[in-house]
């Protein structure tokens, strides 16, 4: 007999078979892990899915280009306050040289680190690939997480790194921004990237990855005045993304 909760079953069915059967189109390349100050880990890139054509095809992942915000980065904290200088919030003063690639050839047979003019390695690329565009995939990295100052009422730092996924690389920079040909993580701040690829819906514009710096406070406790503390997130400029997102000989 056909009853109420006959009828409620049938509904909880029907919803787990279309979270089943529902593409993970919504799956973003994000960072597995969060760390903790003044520590040195082992994280990982989660690359969530391919680029999608206009014809529903899926095209697999074949470069990806990874910046870690160096150059006049962005700083806005929660509460509103005006923070110049990232200085005042980690003893280092800056992301540069904190992240490095871990030699990985799952995904891509190639990879190369990105570094500023002192030589310290602000992201890293990677061509030759091959990512199933059915399948989830992880680039390793190491990231070595800032002490934060002492006086600094900064909880949590959220590093937001503007992340590249080619699938399809273009002859030249138009030719490459196109959908279905690459999906880009970054912030949506002006870069050239953005700008192209803003009004053309391409998969990420305005949804960088986030890396999530917890502070310590059982060893670097948070001053009185501070109270339960702010988050200070650090994005990457529009030059930043300009001068080092290209993967050089080959994208864009």
């Given at each position: ?38 520590t040195t880990d082992d994280n990982a890139l989660k ?96 990231f070595t997480a800032p002490k934060f100052v002492a ?27 196109q959908p279905g040909k690459v999906n880009m993580w ?67």
């Amino acid at each position: 007999m056909w009853n109420r909760d006959s009828a409620r079953k049938a509904v909880w069915a029907i919803g787990v078979a279309i979270c089943i059967g529902a593409p993970a189109a919504y799956a973003h390349t994000t960072i597995r892990s969060q760390a903790t100050e003044s520590t040195t880990d082992d994280n990982a890139l989660k690359i969530g899915h391919g680029c999608t054509t206009a014809d529903g095809n899926h095209i697999p992942v074949v470069a990806q280009s990874v910046v870690f915000p160096s150059l006049s980065p962005q700083l806005v904290a929660s509460d509103n306050s005006v923070i110049t200088d990232l200085s005042q919030v980690i003893e280092q003063g800056s992301i540069a040289g904190l992240a490095k690639p871990i030699q990985d050839r799952s995904v891509f047979r190639s990879q190369a680190v990105k570094v500023d003019a002192l030589g310290n390695v602000i992201g890293f690329s990677a061509t030759q690939g091959a990512l199933n565009p059915e399948l989830p995939g992880r680039v390793p990295f190491q990231f070595t997480a800032p002490k934060f100052v002492a006086k600094s009422c900064a909880r949590r730092l959220l590093v937001q790194v503007a992340i590249v996924d080619v699938c399809l690389p273009g002859a030249g920079l138009g030719d490459s921004v196109q959908p279905g040909k690459v999906n880009m993580w970054i912030p949506n701040n002006g870069s050239q990237l953005a700008v192209l690829g803003g009004p053309l819906n391409i998969d990420g514009v305005g949804a960088p990855a986030t890396l999530t710096i917890n502070r310590n406070v059982a060893t670097n406790p948070l001053g009185a005045s501070c109270g339960p503390g702010i988050d200070v997130t650090v994005i990457p400029s529009a030059a930043d993304v300009n001068a080092n997102m290209p993967i050089p000989q080959y994208w864009p």
